[in-house]
């Protein structure tokens, strides 16, 4: 399974950005989700989406963030409001394959808020 993050980019805060994560390959992926690291800091859990469709969030973006997937098009996404200077990393999507009890991630995706 590779997966493959899109969407990031510079954003002024108060703004928003969709992150998406295709994952290729057709084994079930159950979770997906984001992860988000700045330099310096260890990597922070931003969402996690389960194959029922519950999801999770880290306490920092509770209320600004959501998390989707699209399992049709094997593809989740990350739509990102109220962005704050401190939304500010690198983000990572994950899959977890339980098949082969495997976890894929994908390359990271740069995302910057300015103030």
């Known amino acids: 399974v590779t997966l493959v993050e899109s969407g990031g980019g510079l954003v002024q805060a108060g703004g928003s950005l969709r992150l998406s994560c295709a994952a290729s390959?057709?084994?079930?992926?159950?979770?997906m989700g984001w992860y988000r690291q700045y330099p310096g800091n260890p990597r922070e859990l931003v969402a996690t989406i389960n194959s029922d469709g519950s999801t999770q969030f880290g306490d920092s973006v509770k209320g600004r963030f959501t998390v989707s997937r699209d399992n049709a098009k094997n593809t989740m996404y990350l739509q990102m409001n109220s962005l704050k200077p401190e939304d500010t990393g690198v983000y990572y999507c994950?899959?977890?394959?339980?098949?082969?009890?495997?976890?894929?991630w994908g390359q990271g995706t740069r995302v910057t808020v300015s103030s």
């Open positions: 994950y899959g977890y394959v339980p098949s082969i009890k495997y976890t894929s």
């Open positions: 390959g057709t084994a079930s992926i159950n979770p």
